[in-house]
């Protein structure tokens, strides 16, 4: 591994007050994620998720230590865990997730691993010193890290405002949020699941009216129109069809029921509403989480 890929990560230290961590990394300046335009954002997403993609590949076809704990490291508990830091991304919180949600996984460029074959083999005592060496190199890096200039990262969830549960104010969900879980969809017909690479609401001043996006791995892409409103104090989403311009599927409509999250999360979990899905097909739930993006 890298400089650059070690980079990615802030370095966990001891912090006075026992219990808590202190996140480091070496930078000048130090900028929380939804501070940031809509653009950077998305720069800083999709830079993460080739990173991340390509730690992913050494881990699947290298037998190194960094296959034992990626599936961990990789995940942090909110996209209010990234920080911009001159320039760069840097994920603090990570291996610290306790749910189910992995907000960076939209990300991923799906892309295998190779094997690597080389042309000089050598003895097993000579591999293991190579990975020791490795490995003190990337603490080596770490240690070079010095402290950022916030200290709670986390603690803050870039939730909708948590009075629209109780005023029913829908200009106040406006903007777009990310689904962060369970992102595969299912042909009803052929039961082909499809992995999702971004799934989106994005919701108009009102509150009232919206849009839903898939994007998916293979390339396949639908927009369609959604309505809201509150019933009691959930907040429900009708999503239309939405159809594929390519070819004439459709990701059928769907009503989401959204509750707020202690975490500072959105819980909406769907159910196909769609006439033309047989009534049998129409009783399952589908569990989503979704984070808002920074306005």
Partial sequence: MSAQHAGLFAAPQPATLAGQINWMTQAHTVVAFFACSAQTQQQALRYIGTTLSAIRRVAETENSPIRQYFLKMQRIPSLDCIFIADGRPVLTQWGLSNTTSDPLAAYDDGQPGKIRKTLFPFP??????ALAGAALGLACGCLLLRSMPEQNFC??????PEKIWKTHDLSLIKGCWLRISNL???N???QKVTKVAKWSFCF??????G???LHYDDGQACKGPMHTHFENGTLVVE??????????????ATTYRCTQQPDGLVSCPGTTTDPSVPWAQRQGT????FQRLGQ
């Fill in 155 to 160: 603690g803050k969830k870039n939730g909708i």
């Fill in 188 to 190: 009803l017909t052929t």
């Fill in 286 to 289: 589908a569990e989503g989480t």
């Fill in 184 to 186: 595969n969809t299912r």
């Fill in 204 to 209: 108009d001043d009102s509150g009232t009216n």
């Fill in 211 to 213: 849009t839903q996006e």
């Fill in 239 to 252: 999503a239309e069809r939405c159809p594929f311009p390519s070819t004439n599927n459709r990701f059928v």
């Fill in 124 to 129: 097993p005592r000579f591999a293991a010193a």
